[in-house]
C-alpha cells in the first residue's frame, strides 16, 4: 500500500519534467526527421544571422555586440548541424564585427573590438562544434531507442511463442541447477507430471523422482550435463499423482557466455502408451514364437510369408527354404485341391474356416493331421490382405483316438471271452446239476469266483494276477485265511487264463472242503502250499502247488465226478499244461499241480 | 442224421486255448454224437490233423499262443485239406472277408452251439 501512495505522489513531478524535454525532444526529433541540404542550411542561417544583425545595429547599438548571436548559433547547431553552427559562428563575427566596427578606424574596429571579434568567433565554434555533436549523440541515442524498441518488441514475440510452446508442449520441460535441483518446469510439463504447486518440489533434486535403475542413469545424466554432454535414457517414475510413466528423457547442458555449463535442461516425453503397445507386441510376439501350434500367414496369392518356428518345426521347412512356398504346398494333393477351391474362397467369403486335414511333411512326406483353422488377414481398412493359420498337430489326438479304438477292441475282446467262459461254466453246472436248485447255487457261486479272479485281473490291467492275491479273495469267503486255511508259498505272478481257471478251481476245492472236507467241522485245517523251483531235467523251474485238508471227517470218494472235480482235473491240467491230480484219501482231499511254472506265470518280477 | 454224406462229418476237432470253452464245447459236440478231439494250439491241431485224416469239419479259435494263429491254422488246413468245413471264431473283431479261406464261415464269441451245430449239418447236407 504504502509502494503504491509513494508512486502516486511522485508521478505528478516526474510528469513535468517529462513534458518539458518532450518538447527539445519534439523539435529535435523533427529538425532530424526534416533535414534541409546544406545550402538550405547555410541560407537558413545567413537570413537568421542577418536579421539579428540587423536588429542588433537598429535597435541594440551600445550592448555587447556578440551576445545577440548566441542563440542562433546554437539553434543553428542544435537544429541543422554542426557545420549550419560553424557558418553561423563565422558569419555572426563577421555581421557583428561590421556592426560595431567603422571607417574612422584603420582596421574597421579597434584592436580591443578585434580581440573581442576573436574570442568570440573561437567560442562560438567551440559551441557550435559542442552542440553539434549533442545533435549527433541526440541522433544516434535516438537511432539506439527506435532499434531496442524494435529488438524488444521482437523479444517479446519472441518469449511469447517459447511460452506457448513450452505451455502447449506435453514434454516435461525442466531446468536443473548444476547440482541437479528443480528450477523451473514447463506449464505442459506440471501437467503431464500432475505437479499442483511447483513450488512444492522447486528446488529438490531431480534423481529422486526415478525410481530403480532410472535414479542411477538420472545422476549420470546430470553429470554427463555438469560436463558439458548431452544423453538420454529410458526409465520409469511416478507422477505426482502416483501414477507410474514410462519417460524417454533428454538431458543437456545449458551454456553460459563462457561456453560452460550453467544450468541443465531436460525434457522427458511420456512414452507410457508406446512403450504398452511395444511390450504388448512382443508379448503377442512371444506369444506366436513359443505356442507349439503352427502359425502362419500368406498373401492372397497364397504365398506363405510368415511361419513360426513351431511350424517350421511340425513340416520340415527351414526359413531359408520358405521363400516361394504356397499354402497348397502343405498338403497331399487332395486336400491341396481342398483348400483351394473350398477353404480359401470359404475365408475371404465367411471370414472362417476350420477342419480337419493332413499337412504333408516337406522331407519325409509322411502326413500330419491337423486340425486346419483359417482366418483372414485384413488391413486397417479391413479390406483382406490375406490368410492367417492357427493349426494345431493332431498326430497325439489321433493316436490318442488310435489307442482308445484299440482299448475299446480289447475291451470288448476280453468282455466276449469272459462271457464265453461264464457261457461254458453256466453249461457245464447245468449239464452236471441233479435239479435246478442246486445248479442255481452253484452257478452262483462260481460266477462269484470268477468276478473275484477279474477284478483281480482287472488291477494289473489283465496281464496277470498275484496268487496271494487271488487266493486270498477267494477263499476269504469260506474260511479265515491264517487259521482255519494255511497258505504258504512264493509270490507268483499267473497268466490271466490260468488265473481264471486257478480261481475256479480253489472255488470248487474250498466249497467242497466246507461241505464235506476239512472245513465242515469246526477244527480241520486246510495247508495250500506252493514253491517254484528248479527241476532237474533242466527245463526250467518248476510250480508244485499242494492242497492238503486234515482234520476233516473221514473222506470219502464221491460216487459221480462232477464239474468239480472234471474243472479241477482236466482244466486245471490244460491250463497249467502238467500233472493234476485230486486224491480222496480217507485222512483229506488231497490236490497236487506239477506243472513248468512259464506256464502258469512267473516269478514276481 | 442218417442221411447220406460225402464223409464222415462226425469228427470234430475244436481247437482254443481257452480249455473251459473247449471242453464245454467238446462235452456239447459229444452229445450231438459227434467224435470230438481237441486241441490248445496250431500245433496240437495239426498234430492231429495228421494222425486223424477222419476229421473233416474244424472249429478254431482265431487268437492263440504258439507259431500260428487260428486264422493261419486255418489257410493251412484249406491248402492242405480243402474239403474240410473251417469254422473259425472270435471274440476280438470282425475279420475281412479277404483275410478268411475260402468256405468258411466267421462266428462272433460267444456264439449259441445249437445253431453252430444246426449250421454244421447244412454244410454237411450240401
Keep these: 500500500m504504502t509502494v503504491c501512495c509513494t508512486i502516486y505522489v511522485c508521478y505528478p513531478a516526474e510528469d513535468l519534467i517529462l513534458q518539458n524535454s518532450a518538447t527539445l525532444d519534439k523539435a529535435l526529433a523533427w529538425s532530424i526527421a526534416n533535414r534541409f541540404s546544406l545550402s538550405r542550411q547555410f541560407a537558413i542561417v545567413a537570413v537568421a544571422v542577418f536579421v539579428v544583425g540587423l536588429v542588433r545595429g537598429l535597435f541594440i547599438t551600445e550592448l555587447v555586440p556578440w551576445l545577440f548571436f548566441i542563440p542562433v548559433i546554437i539553434a543553428s547547431a542544435l537544429l541543422l548541424s554542426r557545420d549550419a553552427g560553424i557558418f553561423a559562428s563565422v558569419l555572426a563575427t563577421i555581421v557583428a564585427g561590421f556592426t560595431i566596427g ?40 535516438r537511432g539506439l531507442t527506435e532499434t531496442n524498441a524494435e529488438t524488444n518488441i521482437l523479444l517479446g514475440e519472441r518469449e511469447a511463442f517459447l511460452a506457448s510452446v513450452l505451455a502447449s508442449s506435453t514434454d516435461c520441460i525442466k531446468v536443473l541447477d548444476l547440482d541437479g535441483r528443480l528450477t523451473f518446469m514447463s506449464e505442459g510439463g506440471q501437467k503431464v507430471m500432475e505437479v499442483s504447486d511447483f513450488n512444492a518440489i522447486s528446488g529438490c533434486p531431480w534423481p529422486i523422482f526415478w525410481n530403480g535403475a532410472g535414479n542411477v542413469q538420472a545422476e549420470a545424466a546430470v553429470k554427463a550435463a555438469r560436463e558439458g554432454r548431452s544423453s538420454s535414457f529410458i526409465a520409469r517414475a511416478s507422477t505426482m499423482g502416483g501414477t507410474e510413466k514410462w519417460w524417454d528423457v533428454a538431458v543437456s547442458p545449458i551454456l553460459g557466455a563462457d561456453s560452460q555449463p550453467k544450468q541443465i535442461l531436460s525434457v522427458s516425453r511420456d512414452i507410457t502408451a508406446s512403450r504398452y503397445n511395444e511390450e504388448q507386441h512382443r508379448q503377442l510376439s512371444r506369444i506366436v514364437e513359443t505356442t507349439t501350434d503352427f502359425v502362419g500367414m500368406a498373401d492372397l496369392d497364397g504365398v506363405v510369408y510368415f511361419l513360426n518356428d513351431a511350424a517350421l518345426n511340425m513340416v520340415g521347412l527351414s526359413r531359408e527354404r520358405l521363400g516361394g512356398v504356397h499354402v497348397t504346398d502343405f498338403f497331399p494333393p487332395d486336400d491341396a485341391s481342398q483348400v483351394e477351391k473350398e477353404v480359401l474362397p470359404a475365408v475371404a467369403e465367411k471370414g472362417h474356416w476350420i477342419g480337419e486335414l493332413s499337412f504333408r511333411h516337406f522331407v519325409t512326406g509322411q502326413l500330419i493331421p491337423v486340425l486346419y483353422n483359417v482366418f483372414p488377414v485384413t488391413d486397417t481398412d479391413g479390406k483382406l490382405v490375406g490368410y492367417g493359420t492357427v493349426t494345431r498337430d493332431f498326430t497325439e489326438r489321433k493316436n490318442a483316438e488310435a489307442r482308445q479304438r484299440l482299448l475299446n477292441d480289447e475291451l470288448s475282446h476280453r468282455l466276449k471271452n469272459v462271457l464265453s467262459v461264464v457261457q461254458s461254466v453256466a453249461s457245464q453246472t447245468l449239464r452236471q446239476s441233479q435239479d435246478l436248485a442246486s445248479a442255481n447255487t452253484a452257478l452262483m457261486s462260481r460266477l462269484v469266483a470268477l468276478g473275484e479272479a477279474a477284478s483281480v485281473l482287472t488291477a494289473n490291467e489283465w496281464s496277470s494276477a498275484g496268487i496271494r492275491q487271488l487266493v486270498r479273495t477267494v477263499l476269504g469267503h469260506h474260511a479265515d485265511i491264517g487259521d482255519r486255511i494255511i497258505i504258504d508259498g512264493p509270490e507268483l505272478v499267473l497268466h490271466p487264463q490260468a488265473a481264471m481257471a486257478f480261481a475256479l478251481a480253489l472255488h470248487e476245492l474250498a466249497t467242497n472242503a466246507a461241505k464235506y472236507g476239512a472245513l465242515s467241522n469246526e477244527t480241520g485245517k486246510v495247508r495250500l502250499t506252493w514253491s517254484a523251483g528248479e527241476a532237474d531235467d533242466g527245463n526250467g523251474p518248476r510250480l508244485k502247488l499242494l492242497w492238503e485238508e486234515v482234520g476233516g471227517p473221514p473222506v470219502q470218494p464221491p460216487s459221480r465226478r462232477g464239474f468239480g472235480s472234471t474243472m479241477i482235473e482236466r482244466s486245471l491240467r490244460a491250463y497249467f499244461k502238467g500233472e493234476a491230480k485230486l486224491e480222496y484219501r480217507a485222512e483229506g482231499l488231497r490236490f497236487e499241480i506239477d506243472c513248468p511254472l512259464e506256464a502258469a506265470g512267473s516269478l514276481e518280477s | ?28 459236440f459229444m452229445d450231438a454224437g459227434y467224435h470230438v478231439y481237441d486241441a490248445a494250439d496250431a500245433d496240437e491241431a495239426i498234430a492231429i490233423l495228421e494222425a486223424h485224416d ?19 491254422l486255418a489257410h493251412y488246413i484249406r491248402d492242405r485239406y480243402p474239403p474240410t468245413v473251417l469254422l473259425v471264431t472270435s471274440g476280438m473283431r470282425k475279420i475281412e472277408l479277404d483275410e478268411m479261406p475260402e468256405n468258411s464261415l466267421f462266428i462272433t464269441k460267444p456264439f449259441d452251439p445249437n445253431r453252430l451245430l444246426k449250421h454244421i449239418e447244412e454244410i454237411a447236407r450240401t
Excluded at chain 1, 574570442?119 to 557550435?128: S, T
Excluded at chain 2, 462229418?9 to 462235452?27: G, M, N, P, Q
Design chain 1, 102 to 141: 567603422n571607417s574612422d578606424h584603420a582596421f574597421w574596429m579597434t584592436g580591443p573590438q578585434w580581440a573581442g571579434s576573436i574570442l568570440f568567433l573561437l567560442v562560438v565554434l567551440g559551441l557550435a562544434v559542442l552542440v553539434g555533436e549533442l545533435r549527433y549523440t541526440f541522433t544516434r541515442n
Design chain 2, 1 to 28: 442224421m442218417g442221411q447220406s454224406k460225402p464223409f464222415n462229418t462226425h469228427s470234430i476237432l475244436i481247437v482254443d486255448d481257452e480249455a473251459i470253452l473247449r471242453f464245454d464245447l467238446a462235452d456239447f
Design chain 2, 54 to 72: 477222419s476229421i473233416r469239419i474244424v472249429l478254431t479259435d482265431v487268437q492263440m499262443p504258439g507259431s500260428m494263429d487260428g486264422l493261419k
